[in-house]
């Protein structure tokens, strides 16, 4: 990243001028090279920056034209064989399961779909209605934004001219570009005349999983699968190779990696899926790098504190999500969550997503480093705030030995939150905020309650010399306005310098510029 001062330091502060943070990280305190000296380098967000179908070689194998059962015809042949899907739609009505080391890749304009079109509806007091395309009701599963109508979960979505239409939770609220699903009776309520028009509705669960070892994935959109929440369109698994894949408008997870080890999941654009774009569980040195990840979260998963968003990890360790764009997500950027360990964050660029930018919880021996982290936590509704309890740019909850650093982080709805919590206990016995480096790192913050610092519960006080803040950079509206916090008492600049944090940084005036390059560029209040 190349980050442009044009300002100066505030006359009066006794503090050295600014200067640029480095290009790349220095080594990971365990002793490894940060990512295992993968050059991976910070995507724009400018319109330049290359993912899906677009980027994959052309195939030459086995093909599967849109008439076949591409399930079956990847069943019939062999370890290591190479399928080639045909340009046009090819309805997936079961999940394609494939072997080891074959290769499922599209010719350009190749689409799997998981929908059925609807074709027969008929007039009913203003709305259209059609029979019998649902499955038999079934429980709820996940948290909804709305906890009152707790829609979200239900994962037969309507498309009509290959538009998302919005579910609605009753009949009498069906208008045009609504839909309405009642299991009980088996019927569909439209709002808008289906007359010339396609009205698609997912309904198969997954596109491709299996148990197999080496898959590689290329070269293909993925759409309109009906996944369950926390499942997956695409399930990753041993040594899988997910490339240049176009993967949208699923109800739950675009991407799931389970049991994953050694799977690579790269170049791909991860973008409209219901819940959220790429998920990982129980995998080991795994690489998830420079996909787009954007828009996901698009039916209504509790956006605050719910597994929605942009990219989730949960019981993995080693590995990188690296090179990244994850942007204008419905829920959190990029959260590691419970147990993750020994995992890097690096070089991605994180804007606008609801919540926060980078949310690092209940782990171990992480590093967030050279990350563009910058609009975020803006808009997180339903229990939530704009306290450093509610996150930032970047939040470390509940974990140990993280190094923060690097990083620039502008115009989050906080800084960077540092926060202690009563979380009980788990395989590495009780969880507990301890050994936080904070370091290197550029924080813009203006107006409101922004800060950065350190909250607690009275069940988890930090003891002294756990959280550590120094050698960053703040850019400031006022050196006078509380941006500091510390278990509830507030600081300016001065102040907090007085508590023995932040005692070698810079703190300056200004407000910050970022472009879609992630130049960040410090102008004149």
């Known amino acids: 990243m190349r980050i442009t001062f044009l300002a100066f330091v505030a006359l009066g502060t006794g503090l050295v001028a600014v200067g640029p943070l480095p290009a790349s990280s220095a080594p990971a305190g365990d002793g490894l090279p940060f990512e295992d000296q993968q050059t991976v380098s910070t995507p724009p967000a400018d319109g330049t920056f290359r993912t899906g179908p677009a980027l994959a070689p052309p195939c030459t194998g086995v093909t599967i034209r849109t008439t076949d059962n591409a399930a079956r015809v990847v069943a019939a042949w062999p370890n290591g064989t190479t399928f080639c899907f045909t340009a046009g739609w090819h309805r997936i009505t079961e999940t394609i ?31 259209w ?54 299991y009980a009776a088996n019927a569909v309520y439209l709002g808008s005349d289906p007359a010339g028009h396609s009205i698609e509705m997912s309904k198969t669960r997954t596109a491709i999983e299996s148990g197999a070892t080496g898959v590689t994935v290329r070269g293909l959109t993925i759409e309109h699968f009906a996944t369950p929440p926390q499942g997956g369109a695409v399930v990753l698994g041993l040594g899988w190779k997910v490339f240049a894949n176009d993967i949208r408008w699923n109800h739950a997870v675009g991407a799931m990696l389970v049991n ?17 774009g790429i998920g990982q569980y129980s995998t080991l040195k795994a690489t998830i790098a420079s996909n787009e990840v954007s828009y996901n979260n698009t039916d209504g998963f509790w956006i605050a504190d719910w597994e929605s968003g942009g990219i989730k990890t949960t019981w993995s360790s080693g590995g990188s999500v690296s090179g990244n764009l994850i942007q204008y997500n419905r829920g959190i950027g990029l959260w590691s969550d419970a147990y993750d360990d020994s995992r890097t964050f690096g070089n991605n660029q994180i804007l606008r997503n609801a919540a926060d930018g980078i949310r690092y919880e209940i782990g171990r021996n992480g590093v967030i480093a050279d990350n563009v982290i910058s609009g975020n936590g803006f808009g997180t509704g339903r229990g939530s705030g704009t ?51 904070v370091s290197g790192n550029q924080v813009t913050m203006r107006g409101g309650t922004t800060a950065t610092g350190m909250v607690q519960n009275s069940g988890a006080v930090i003891p002294a010399g756990e959280v550590t803040l120094n050698d960053n950079t703040y850019i400031l509206d006022s050196l ?22 932040d005692t070698a940084s810079v703190f300056t005036l200004g407000r910050a510029i970022l472009d879609a390059t992630g130049i960040l560029r410090i102008l004149p209040n």
């Open 480 to 501: 006078t306005a509380d941006r500091f916090q510390k278990a509830g008492q507030w600081y300016t600049a001065k102040e907090w310098r007085a508590t023995g944090q």
């Open 129 to 182: 209605v059609t029979t019998g395309a649902l499955p038999p009701a079934y429980p709820q599963t996940g948290q909804c934004e709305d906890n009152t109508a707790n829609i979200c979960y239900l994962a037969e979505q309507l498309f009509l001219d290959s538009k998302h239409l919005t579910r609605v939770a009753t009949r009498d609220k069906v208008a045009p570009g609504t839909f309405y699903a009642d």
């Open 97 to 127: 399961r494939p072997k080891a080391d074959q290769v499922l890749a599209g010719n350009s304009g190749a689409v799997l779909t998981g929908s059925v079109r609807l074709t027969r509806w008929t007039p009913d007091n203003g709305d």
């Open 260 to 276: 994953a080890d050694g799977a690579v999941l790269e170049k791909n654009h991860i973008h409209s899926n219901g819940q959220l």
């Open 387 to 437: 306290s450093l309890w509610d996150g930032g740019g970047i939040n470390v909850n509940t974990s140990s030995n993280v190094q923060v650093r690097d990083n620039v982080v502008a115009n989050n709805v906080n800084g960077i939150a540092i926060q202690s919590r009563t979380r009980g206990s788990g395989p590495w016995g009780t969880n507990v905020l301890r050994d936080i480096v």
